[in-house]
T-cell receptor
Framework: QKEVEQDPGPLSVPEGAIVSLNCTYS??????FMWYRQYSRKGPELLMY????GNKEDGRFTAQVDKSSKYISLFIRDSQPSDSATYLC??????????????FGQGTRLTINP | KAGVTQTPRYLIKTRGQQVTLSCSPI?????VSWYQQTPGQGLQFLFE???????NKGNFPGRFSGRQFSNSRSEMNVSTLELGDSALYLC???????????FGQGTRLTVV
């Protein structure tokens, strides 16, 4: 079983819809939770970075972390065609001397249709 | 502020050869991590360097190695290339190795 599970999709929604992306994990030591967006042939771009449980909002993006359920979500409001990309969740725990290792989900391929 | 720079962007190598990839982190960042991305396995951690020292290593064979220089720039080397090493190799930098990491565009390596 993978430490981080993410539905690879693909997910296709109409422009303006609310998009919900999710990941589950098994390692209770994870404390930091990130969402990355990756366009084709590009490197991952950090979208959201949260520590422990709770919500964080940035513009049209909201990240939620529920450590009790080992479940994280990313919501995209008023989705735009430019949001079409692969979304990767990532998590980490402090290993030693402050070093952290990111563990990624498989990524969800999202398409927003005009 | 310049982002993470990886060179070269594309490489084609033959089985058995070796290859060196380069990464320049964001100015002021002292931690550099390397990841391999493939369609089948996704993003997998290779190793992390901080202040020229490797602090953590993933589950990859010894053919994969790296180093970090005093200016925080890092190189990754893969020896005796195999077809399965074809992948996008990504470098990420952070201030001290924390989770808020920023990725470069990657180097796409094709082994033929």
């Amino acid at each position: 079983q993978k430490e981080v599970e993410q539905d690879p999709g693909p997910l296709s929604v109409p422009e303006g819809a609310i998009v919900s992306l999710n990941c589950t994990y098994s390692n209770s030591a994870f404390q930091y939770f990130m969402w990355y967006r990756q366009y084709s042939r590009k490197g991952p771009e950090l979208l959201m970075y949260t520590y422990s449980s709770g919500n964080k909002e940035d513009g049209r993006f909201t990240a939620q972390v529920d450590k009790s359920s080992k479940y994280i979500s990313l919501f995209i409001r008023d989705s735009q065609p430019s949001d079409s990309a692969t979304y990767l969740c990532a998590m980490s725990a402090v290993i030693l001397q402050g070093a952290q290792k990111l563990v990624f989900g498989q990524g969800t391929r999202l398409t927003i249709n005009p | 502020k310049a982002g993470v720079t990886q060179t070269p962007r594309y490489l084609i190598k033959t089985r058995g050869q070796q290859v060196t990839l380069s990464c320049s982190p964001i100015s002021g960042h002292r931690s550099v991590s390397w990841y391999q991305q493939t369609p089948g396995q996704g993003l997998q951690f290779l190793f992390e360097y901080f202040s020229e020292t490797q602090r953590n290593k993933g589950n990859f064979p010894g053919r994969f190695s790296g180093r970090q220089f005093s200016n925080s720039r890092s190189e990754m080397n893969v020896s005796t290339l195999e077809l399965g090493d074809s992948a996008l190799y990504l470098c990420a930098s952070s201030l001290t190795g924390d989770a808020e990491a920023f990725f470069g565009q990657g180097t796409r390596l094709t082994v033929v």
